[in-house]
T-cell receptor, first 115, second 115 residues
Framework: KAGVTQTPRYLIKTRGQQVTLSCSPISGHRSVSWYQQTPGQGLQFLFEYFSETQRNKGNFPGRFSGRQFSNSRSEMNVSTLELGDSALYLC??????????????FGPGTRLTVL | DQQVKQNSPSLSVQEGRISILNCDYTNSMFDYFLWYKKYPAEGPTFLISISSIKDKNEDGRFTVFLNKSAKHLSLHIVPSQPGDSAVYFCAARHDRGSTLGRLYFGRGTQLTVWP
């Protein structure tokens, strides 16, 4: 079974631009979560989507948004980029069955550099 | 508010010996704990998990111990191998309220296994 895929793997943008990152979950997984990893803050939760609905959101400004499509693929968008948005953006998928012992599997990440 | 803490940023162990990575948490609602391994520029790879109803879970060379009263868990790797050298993240979650399904991560411990 193919793992979580993320595109693009690397991205360079300038301040003020916007960016869209894509994530394809493991086949059959219906939940997609996004995390930001920076050296200073570690792994920070951005948001989670399940069945095209955002169920959970972390403490990030409104410039960070996302969506999920009917095939469970997800995109996240960052508008008006700032230097501090430079980070590794990770997508994780899980089944989201009723059991709380649901494991999230991560993709390779998208390395975003804002100049 | 760091609800999951890994107080040792680094650990160095000789090949063949035991590696013990520690993790503490503050939120008593956490009921599922996971360990991930991460190489630079890659996404975290799921290693092993444990539910709060257990105190031990084994998978090959990896064993996770959970002490709920102390809010402490540890990952034991026996025997350690050079290929185990990576950053290890402890994560926790609970399925209640507005943070449903969200993973809370520690800052990670860099494990180096030397020959």
């Amino acid at each position: 079974k193919a793992g979580v895929t993320q595109t693009p793997r690397y991205l360079i943008k300038t301040r003020g631009q916007q960016v869209t990152l894509s994530c394809s979950p493991i086949s059959g997984h219906r939940s997609v979560s996004w995390y930001q990893q920076t050296p200073g803050q570690g792994l920070q939760f951005l948001f989670e989507y399940f069945s095209e609905t955002q169920r959970n959101k972390g403490n990030f400004p409104g410039r960070f948004s996302g969506r999920q499509f009917s095939n469970s693929r997800s995109e996240m968008n960052v508008s008006t980029l700032e230097l501090g948005d430079s980070a590794l953006y990770l997508c994780a998928s899980s089944l989201r069955a009723t059991s709380s012992t649901d494991t999230q599997y991560f993709g390779p990440g998208t390395r975003l550099t804002v100049l | 508010d760091q609800q999951v803490k890994q107080n040792s940023p680094s650990l160095s162990v000789q090949e063949g010996r035991i590696s013990i990575l520690n993790c503490d948490y503050t939120n008593s609602m956490f009921d599922y704990f996971l360990w991930y391994k991460k190489y630079p520029a890659e996404g975290p790879t799921f290693l092993i998990s444990i539910s709060s109803i257990k105190d031990k879970n084994e998978d090959g060379r990896f064993t996770v111990f959970l002490n709920k009263s102390a809010k402490h868990l540890s990952l034991h790797i026996v025997p350690s191998q050079p290929g185990d050298s990576a950053v290890y993240f402890c994560a926790a979650r609970h399925d209640r309220g507005s943070t449903l399904g969200r993973l809370y991560f520690g800052r990670g411990t860099q494990l180096t296994v030397w020959p």
